[in-house]
């Protein structure tokens, strides 16, 4: 589960924690899910010189040894940065559909 859920943690970066913060925890905690973002990490770049950077968008997994998470760095105009996750499905590659080739017998080649 991602989002911007604009609450702050102190499992998330945040000096403080807001009631909003806390429901956001304890529901994540219920539901068995472990934050996937990287320790002190921002998600978000301050705007001027009084806006500190945060971390507004979360992401959370049930499995997160099967996942790994990381910011881009160009954000892409915006005042948040491209988040990427990587998710481990046990396949290295995708497998192509073999196509199946019939040979039959008295086709002539020349015909096509």
């Known amino acids: 589960m991602c989002g911007d859920f604009n609450a702050q943690h102190v499992a998330w970066g945040y000096e403080k924690t807001s009631a909003r913060g806390k429901h956001i925890m304890a529901d994540a905690t219920a539901y068995g899910l472990t934050l996937l973002n990287a320790p002190m990490t921002h998600t978000r770049l301050g705007q001027t010189q009084k806006q ?31 988040i990427l ?22 086709t002539s080649i020349g015909a096509f």
């Open 52 to 82: 500190a950077d945060t971390t507004p968008d979360l992401s959370w997994v049930s499995h997160p040894k099967l996942a790994g998470w990381e910011t881009y760095e160009d954000t892409l105009g915006s005042d948040h940065l491209p």
């Open 85 to 106: 996750i990587h998710l481990c499905t046990g396949r290295q590659h995708p497998q192509r559909r073999q196509r199946r080739r019939t040979l039959r017998t008295g």
